[in-house]
């Protein structure tokens, strides 16, 4: 008798959806990007230059897979995600949960664990690393706010959250819960008031 896994799998590979690209989701997720990155970068229109860097053609390729992971397109992008991470450095290791308004500042090493989450818009940066903690009462990995920013060679590790409006200085590390409207700097790592703490860093615009 044929395996109940295989049968499932002919199941999908028969289903015509499975080759449809979801172009009308892909296009919603990537204008959001756009908006977010001209807005950061100070400009309406994103300069060609721009466009045709990495930054931009690993949101892209990442937008594409996201919204297709489940279906044959899904499966094509990623093999261009790990090219394009090969060549970047740029590792979010198959993570489906980058919110909208995903804005890297410069391509370089990056490292995400597959499993963390993300509220909207999030920033990331060269030598930035989110992982997972495996012992202790931290074991997992970080659950992140909206508007939260993640500056140069920062580590976010274990089971935390990181609140809404949150700004974590470039080289600090932080294994611990943040609260909203906060600026996190160091190693070890300390907590800052600040309303409007990723204002400047991150715009706000109206989707």
Same mark, same amino acid.
């Given at each position: 008798?044929?395996?109940?896994?295989?049968?499932?799998?002919?199941?999908?590979?028969?289903? %015509?959806?499975?080759?449809?690209?979801?172009?009308?989701?892909?296009?919603?997720?990537?204008?959001?990007?756009?908006?977010?990155?001209?807005?950061?970068?100070?400009?309406?229109?994103? %300069?060609?230059?721009?466009?045709?860097?990495?930054?931009?053609?690993?949101?892209?390729?990442?937008?594409?897979?996201?919204?297709?992971?489940?279906?044959?397109?899904?499966?094509?992008?990623?093999?261009?995600?790990?090219?394009?991470?090969?060549?970047?450095?740029?590792?979010?290791?198959?993570?489906?949960?980058?919110?909208?308004?995903?804005?890297?500042?410069?391509?370089?090493?990056?490292?995400?664990?597959?499993?963390?989450?993300?509220?909207?818009?999030?920033?990331?940066?060269?030598?930035?690393?989110?992982?997972?903690?495996?012992?202790?009462?931290?074991?997992?990995?970080?659950?992140?706010?909206?508007?939260?920013?993640?500056?140069?060679?920062?580590?976010?590790? +274990?089971?935390?959250?990181?609140?809404?409006?949150?700004?974590?200085?470039?080289?600090?590390?932080?294994?611990?819960?943040? %609260?909203?409207?906060?600026?996190?700097?160091?190693?070890?790592?300390?907590?800052?008031?600040?309303?409007?703490?990723?204002? +400047?860093?991150? %715009?706000?615009?109206?989707?």
């Amino acid at each position: 008798m044929m395996d109940r896994g295989l049968k499932m799998k002919i199941k999908k590979w028969l289903s %015509p959806k499975y080759y449809v690209f979801h172009n009308i989701l892909y296009r919603e997720k990537k204008e959001t990007d756009y908006r977010y990155n001209a807005a950061f970068r100070g400009v309406k229109v994103l %300069p060609k230059s721009f466009l045709k860097g990495y930054e931009w053609k690993y949101i892209c390729c990442y937008r594409k897979w996201q919204c297709n992971r489940d279906n044959i397109w899904g499966r094509f992008y990623e093999r261009k995600l790990t090219s394009l991470s090969q060549r970047t450095g740029i590792d979010l290791d198959k993570n489906p949960n980058i919110g909208d308004g995903f804005i890297l500042g410069h391509w370089g090493r990056i490292i995400v664990n597959r499993s963390a989450k993300f509220g909207s818009p999030i920033f990331l940066t060269h030598g930035v690393t989110i992982g997972r903690d495996i012992r202790g009462k931290r074991k997992g990995v970080p659950t992140f706010g909206n508007y939260v920013c993640i500056r140069a060679n920062s580590t976010v590790v +274990g089971n935390v959250h990181i609140g809404n409006d949150v700004l974590i200085a470039p080289n600090t590390f932080v294994n611990f819960d943040v %609260p909203d409207h906060s600026i996190v700097i160091g190693n070890p790592a300390s907590i800052h008031h600040r309303d409007n703490a990723t204002e +400047g860093h991150l %715009p706000v615009i109206n989707i």
